[in-house]
């Protein structure tokens, strides 16, 4: 989870070394707690977390094979569904380090690289699959309201190089991250500590602190706040985007359903956009329930960081954890959707298990009716 404020940072700067340790019963009184969670608590979250893991990263790898495989299924609004299944794929690769920090936020033994590697890459990630939720609905929005327009401009080529440039400032908004996250020992602990066992059965060595967190020079050089308003600009921005685009497609789709005089080719079409567009829809809402805790949390951390309050700690702790697993839910529930609601994602798994020998029927494309502008029926039309 791209969470690099740390998840003790704010009880850390509120809370004094005895009221830690009464709230975690560590053994020792010498020693600092390694978590801040009850055990039953993580142990939840923990199996909730390995669940969405297996299921994620089973449906994640179908999409991508099956839109790989399938040349049917090549189409511009699946390429963005395959570039978002890869960037689910990554997030999975990080929730090991995640679930360990959880457990026991330090001392971090990865070394500093691989504490900044993991947080780049689930930043990273974020970005880059909003940007492609977005991409895709623009262009869903050009293929529906002007269908002739998208002939020209919407390509497969010109998808991959937008993919690819979306990927590209995904990886540079989230450069930052590698000054901004590092190993670092926690100054408020004594470094005169005897090693101990605490009641979890780790054993602690003596004035170990060490801890993947937001770097002292980040909080004091105004960097973190940054990076949370940019943050927060690459999911609220698109959010409204994502509003006003569908708001005009469902206006264009219901003009056309009210017209009498469309032929059965058109018809036939938005049957098919609406297919589309209610399953996209689904996956925006999914995406935006699971990641509105996260940015409330994040925002809750910065204030509580800039002006402490024990309130303001608590809220956000107990909503980072929530969102944890709401993040492994993002990153798992989209080939879900797919599965429920696209018959020709289903049968396109179906045929990639040995399920089913038919093949789907080709669908059809502006060079099978050339002379018939009216329709302005692209392979991007035709999608999961």
Not at 137 to 165: D, G, H, M, N, Q
Request: net charge positive; proline share 4%.
């Amino acid at each position: 989870m791209p969470s690099w404020p740390n998840l003790s940072e704010c009880l850390s700067h509120n809370c004094s070394w005895e009221e830690i340790h009464n709230a975690t019963r560590n053994a020792d009184p010498g020693l600092p707690p390694l978590n801040y969670y009850s055990i039953p608590l993580l142990t939840a979250i923990t199996i909730a977390c390995t669940l969405l893991f297996l299921v994620g990263v089973a449906g994640n790898v179908m999409t991508i094979l099956v839109v790989s495989k399938y040349r049917d299924m090549r189409t511009t609004t699946n390429l963005y569904l395959c570039s978002m299944a890869v960037s689910d794929l990554l997030i999975f690769l990080c929730m090991p380090l995640d679930l360990y920090r959880m457990w026991r936020y330090r001392p971090w033994r990865f070394g500093d690289a691989l504490c900044k590697l993991f947080q780049f890459v689930s930043e990273s990630c974020t970005y880059s699959t909003i940007l492609s939720i977005t991409a895709l609905s623009v262009e869903r929005y050009l293929a529906i309201c002007f269908p002739l327009r998208a002939k020209a401009l919407v390509t497969k080529r010109r998808v991959r190089a937008l993919i690819l440039f979306l990927w590209t400032v995904s990886l540079l908004s989230a450069g930052p991250v590698f000054v901004m996250v590092g190993v670092e020992r926690d100054s408020m602990w004594p470094t005169n500590l005897s090693s101990g066992m605490n009641e979890t059965g780790f054993y602690l060595e003596a004035g170990d602190t060490r801890e993947c967190k937001m770097t002292h020079y980040a909080v004091e050089s105004g960097l973190m706040g940054a990076m949370v308003w940019l943050s927060s600009v690459f999911f609220f921005m698109p959010v409204f985007c994502l509003t006003v685009l569908y708001s005009l497609i469902g206006r264009r789709l219901w003009q056309r359903h009210r017209e009498t005089n469309i032929n059965s080719r058109v018809a036939h079409r938005d049957k098919s956009n609406r297919q589309t567009i209610k399953m996209l829809v689904v996956v925006v809402l999914a995406f935006v329930l699971c990641w509105l805790p996260f940015h409330v949390g994040r925002y809750l951390q910065f204030r509580s960081l800039d002006a402490p309050s024990p309130l303001l700690s608590v809220l956000s702790e107990y909503c980072s954890l929530v969102s944890v697993v709401l993040f492994y839910l993002s990153a798992a529930i989209n080939p879900i959707l797919y599965n429920t609601m696209s018959w020709k994602y289903r049968g396109a798994a179906a045929r990639l298990f040995g399920l089913t020998d038919s093949q789907p029927q080709r669908g059809r494309t502006a060079s099978t009716m050339k002379g018939d502008g009216s329709n302005g029926w692209t392979e991007s039309t035709v999608s999961f």
